[in-house]
Nanobody, 125 residues
């Protein structure tokens, strides 16, 4: 499975961006999709995840209410809508895919099988 993340850029605090993650897998609809981010000097952290059927979504407390994850299985694409961005959201954002993930592990980056290359989001104050 190949993942291609896009949509990052420079935005002012309070602004919005939408990240996209295009997947090559024909069985995309069976994968859970996650977004993680990594700032300089920090470990990669969980941002959001969505189960294969979009029935359940998960968010880090730091982004809850501001970010929305979604997916279009017909287009093999996952999205992360980011609103009310803050300077502390500045990071490289990675999308990831997991097949057969245990729900208790959905926030654990070790549980994901495939990773995209990352897209940089910079939020200026």
């Amino acid at each position: 499975v190949q993942l291609q993340a896009s949509g990052g850029g420079l935005v002012q605090a309070g602004g919005s961006l939408r990240l996209s993650c295009a997947a090559s897998a024909r069985t995309f609809s069976s994968y859970a999709m996650g977004w993680f981010r990594q700032s300089p000097g920090k470990e990669r952290e969980f941002v959001s995840a969505i189960r294969w059927n979009s029935g359940h979504t998960y968010y880090a407390d730091s982004v809850k209410g501001r970010f929305t994850i979604s997916r279009d299985n017909a287009e093999n694409t996952a999205y992360l809508q980011m609103n009310s961005l803050k300077p502390e959201d500045t990071a490289v954002y990675y999308c990831a895919a997991a097949n057969g993930i245990i729900l208790s592990q959905i926030r654990n980056l070790q549980a994901y099988d495939y990773w995209g290359q990352g897209t940089l989001v910079t939020v200026s104050s």
